[in-house]
């Protein structure tokens, strides 16, 4: 057969094997069920011959993708979506990346990284959890027949023009032809599609009634994986935004952001949570809930990308395929609140506490704020569309909204994780805990002095005027303390290090002591030993750091100007001048490039040529390549607007904004931290006898009773996993510059010379309103690049310097462009509940919390009763034996604490 003859059918086949592996997943789910309720003798076989045909619908669909992938490469534009997101002049890679740029191609490619998990799972499960198998392989069928379903009647990516092939294609959108988004998207569904295998675990556990710890040991590096990559996933999106977007700006609080966010605030509260059973037995129906809700949060978020529900710069268009996930989720909940309900007497067991002052109790505080934070991210995120339903006037929730109500809440859920560091499990004595607490306050005291007293030098003050977005009591009680908390957060970033590093050095100072090893080899030794602890220390250094920059955030500096060659325009302590414009062709775009140098103290520091990019297939959409200096201080970030062509007058944009770097130091420390506490235990065996050395309760699994050759395997598949985390690490490596989404026109503001420092006054009123163009993705004023934004912030500057007040140009620009023109809704009527609803849950969730942790501490104190009155002299030497167990004890639970 010829290739002429191959290329004519792809169209055709590719649809034809779209119904092949939903067929396939259907006799595959058929079985599954049968060997899950068939006698042992004919269950095997029904076991053997589900897996055969579970590895047969991977085949299925890595040939459909591939075949796709063939369509894009050899330019098949007979295929609508082939048509739509490629052209002759696109580079190989983006051929690539247009395999996931569209809503049909994507739901491939998510259904061919799952049929990947699956296959991998069902290797995995091969010779063990012999009785959860045949429901886990039933429940990633289930979910891979979904979206057979939704590709075979909703969104065929193998759909053909029915006016035939035209000559060429439309091309790739020009926002998409970035590195990021070509490593972005994928990451980022390996951690939603990665949800899918603890879901199936957990449905499995309720179906076949194996409720005990189990299930949680099969899951957890599985879970792990899948949170590396909702990380990883996000941070590249960040970077996308920021070298792409041109606002200056890395996080938006965009909707499509928000969607890929929730599932991770879950994640890591399982995370976190599992610990507690794992030790306890405790929390089950929780763990088994948070598992669930992580992958119902990951079909909503790709739900709200294709419904049309929300407008964002990144979601799909409106189409059909949003019903069909709704009645997905619908399905979802319902099986597994009727599989919860029950197996609840199974899954309730009686949970105490020995101490308030415990790992337990923090990570109880620590769930439920994870929780609040995510509720609260969702209730924003979809109110417009409530509001619309509600009171028929569509809103908007923008960046400023979140801003002004996550603050806080971050720090304290920055500082619980500090605590839970110091906190030991169970209980501690009164000494170890006051030992374990003195350097982190100090540090905490520290760092909150340096910054009042040392900030404002380096450009972080100790004050921030932060504009309350409400009038209110409470608006202006939230907007007073967001001002006044950046240097307890900085205290609080301090105690967190501190306690950290205390955590690495008194394990390292134990070893060489008791091993008589060098530091450094004492060091690796306990990280080798512990992987899962100082993993997790690692990843909490990482997030830390983070933390660190986006504290800079804060500071962000910022200004515009319209200048001629040789002209200047200052923004902090850089002066730049603005040289002349070079225009160059490559075969497939126009650009555009602005010749400035960076000036500090008057002597030229650095170059930088921020460019207009313009694209054959898309001459409407240009994209500005911005330049961004990088610096362990800040970075300069400027961005070209616009420039006159006869007159070569431009208009330029500049950011300075403090600390940026370290988010994506943190970010690499998180993967790093992920990649050990995934990596196998060198010898299987070893870790066997340590785990079996430890001290058990009486209720607790031991090894032998899970199935032989688990301990090998856990070995094998975590040295792939962890490869495959570190391998990921470079992705997250910024480059000096990178595209950015705006608008140019012929011809930038009218007067060269003229310089926009945005004041704290300006921005405030700027990030209240969104550009109304109709354009662009709606930005807030403030950050929006088009020319439309530009012009209205140099009107409403003109109006301030006026005289009118800031509420009488919102009100002007509400006027003319309707409630909708806000980023926070108007303080009033139902909107009220868009914050208080949530903060009122978080408050509500925290007294049920305090009284569910004072219950289990009371059941912990009746399980071990107050003794009877002794004499003084019996006291003083129970004392001094309780001294000594207590050091014995406390240098036991370090060396057990994995």
Request: glycine share 8%; net charge positive.
């Amino acid at each position: 057969m010829n290739s002429q003859a191959i290329n004519a059918g792809i169209p055709a086949l590719g649809t034809w094997t779209i119904y092949a592996f939903l067929l396939s997943a259907a006799v595959t789910f058929a079985l599954s069920v049968l060997a899950a309720t068939e006698p042992t003798r004919a269950s095997d076989r029904y076991l053997r011959a589900a897996r055969m045909a579970a590895l047969g619908t991977v085949a299925l669909v890595v040939f459909d993708v591939l075949l796709l992938a063939y369509a894009f490469v050899s330019h098949d534009f007979r295929i609508r979506y082939v048509m739509r997101y490629s052209d002759r002049s696109m580079e190989g890679i983006y051929l690539l990346t247009a395999l996931w740029g569209g809503q049909d191609g994507s739901l491939l490619w998510w259904t061919f990284l799952l049929s990947l998990y699956t296959g991998a799972c069902v290797l995995w499960l091969r010779t063990r959890y012999r009785e959860l198998a045949p429901y886990v392989i039933a429940t990633l069928m289930v979910i891979v027949m979904f979206f057979g379903i939704l590709m075979a009647f909703a969104a065929n990516p193998f759909a053909v023009n029915v006016a035939g092939a035209p000559p060429d294609g439309e091309g790739l959108n020009p926002s998409l032809r970035n590195f990021y988004m070509a490593i972005h998207p994928p990451s980022l569904y390996v951690g939603f599609v990665g949800c899918s295998v603890p879901f199936a675990f957990a449905i499995a556990a309720l179906a076949s009634g194996r409720l005990d710890e189990a299930w949680l040991y099969a899951v957890r590096k599985w879970a792990l994986f899948a949170w590396l990559f909702l990380s990883i996933g996000n941070v590249l999106g960040m970077l996308w935004a920021y070298e792409e977007l041109g606002w200056g700006g890395y996080w938006a609080w965009d909707p499509v952001e928000n969607a890929a966010c929730i599932p991770w605030f879950t994640a890591t509260a399982f995370l976190h949570s599992i610990m507690i059973q794992e030790r306890r037995g405790t929390l089950k129906v929780w763990n088994v809930s948070l598992i669930i809700t992580t992958f119902l949060l990951t079909i909503f978020g790709t739900f709200l990308t294709r419904s049309g529900l929300i407008a964002s710069i990144h979601s799909f268009a409106q189409s059909e395929v949003g019903v069909y996930f709704l009645y997905f989720m619908a399905f979802i909940a319902a099986i597994s609140v009727g599989l919860i309900a029950y197996r609840w007497r199974a899954l309730r067991r009686p949970t105490s506490l020995d101490s308030l002052v415990s790992r337990e109790a923090a990570f109880v505080a620590n769930n439920w704020l994870l929780l609040g934070i995510c509720t609260f991210i969702v209730v924003a995120t979809t109110w417009p569309k409530i509001s619309e339903w509600i009171s028929r006037e569509r809103l908007t929730v923008g960046a400023a909204f979140y801003n002004f109500w996550l603050f806080i809440p971050g720090i304290v859920l920055l500082a619980l994780m500090g605590i839970g560091t110091l906190t030991p499990w169970r209980k501690g004595s009164p000494k170890q805990i006051r030992d374990a607490f003195v350097a982190p306050s100090i540090a905490f005291a520290v760092g909150f002095l340096l910054h009042v007293f040392v900030g404002a030098s380096v450009g972080l003050p100790a004050v921030v005027a932060v504009e309350p977005i409400y009038p209110s009591a409470v608006g202006r009680t939230i907007a007073w303390l967001n001002g006044h908390l950046p240097p307890v957060a900085m205290g609080v970033i301090f105690f967190n290090l501190v306690a950290l590093v205390q955590e690495f050095v008194q394990g390292t100072r134990a070893r060489s002591k008791t091993k008589d090893e060098s530091t450094f080899t004492a060091l690796l030794q306990i990280i080798a030993k512990n992987r899962r602890r100082y993993g997790g220390y690692t990843v909490h250094i990482g997030i830390v750091l983070m933390f660190f920059g986006f504290l800079g955030g804060f500071y962000r500096a910022e200004a515009e100007a319209t200048v001629a060659p040789g002209e200047s325009f200052t923004i902090g302590r850089y002066t730049l001048r603005y040289d002349g414009v070079e225009n160059r062709r490559e075969p497939s775009r126009r650009e555009v490039y602005t010749r400035v140098a960076v000036l500090v103290n008057g002597q030229e520091w650095r170059r930088v040529a921020p460019a207009k990019f313009v694209f054959n297939t898309h001459p409407d959409m240009p994209t500005s390549e911005v330049s961004i200096v990088s610096t362990p201080r800040e970075d300069l970030y400027t961005v070209m607007a616009s420039v006159s062509p006869t007159t070569r007058v431009a208009h330029l944009k500049a950011f300075v904004t403090p600390l940026v770097i370290w988010i994506w130091i943190g970010a690499l420390v998180l993967i790093l931290g992920t990649a050990i506490g995934l990596w196998p235990e060198a010898n299987p065996v070893l870790s066997a006898v340590r785990e079996r050395s430890r001290p058990r309760r009486a209720e607790e699994p031991a090894d032998d009773a899970q199935p032989a050759g688990a301990a090998a395997a856990r070995s094998t598949t975590g040295a792939v996993i962890a490869i495959l985390s570190l391998a990921s690490a470079a992705a997250v490596l910024s480059p000096s510059t990178a595209h950015a989404q705006g608008h140019t026109t012929s011809s930038p503001p009218p007067v060269a010379g003229a310089t926009e420092q945005m004041s704290p006054r300006d921005r405030r009123l700027y990030d209240k309103l969104l550009c109304m163009c109709g354009d662009c993705a709606r930005l807030p004023l403030a950050t929006c690049t088009c020319d439309f934004a530009g012009q209205t912030r140099h009107d409403m500057h003109d109006q301030l310097e006026q005289g009118r007040s800031v509420d009488e140009i919102i009100a002007a620009y509400v006027r003319r462009y309707g409630a909708a023109a806000l980023s926070v809704p108007p303080d009033e009527g139902r909107n009220r509940w868009i914050y208080a609803g949530p903060f009122v849950a978080i408050l509500a969730g925290a007294g049920f919390g305090v009284k569910l942790v004072r219950k289990w501490r009371d059941r912990g104190l009746a399980a071990n009763p107050t003794p009877a009155p002794v004499s003084a002299a019996e006291a003083q030497a129970t004392t001094t034996r309780n001294a000594e167990y207590d050091r014995r004890v406390d240098e036991e639970l370090r060396d057990l604490d994995d």
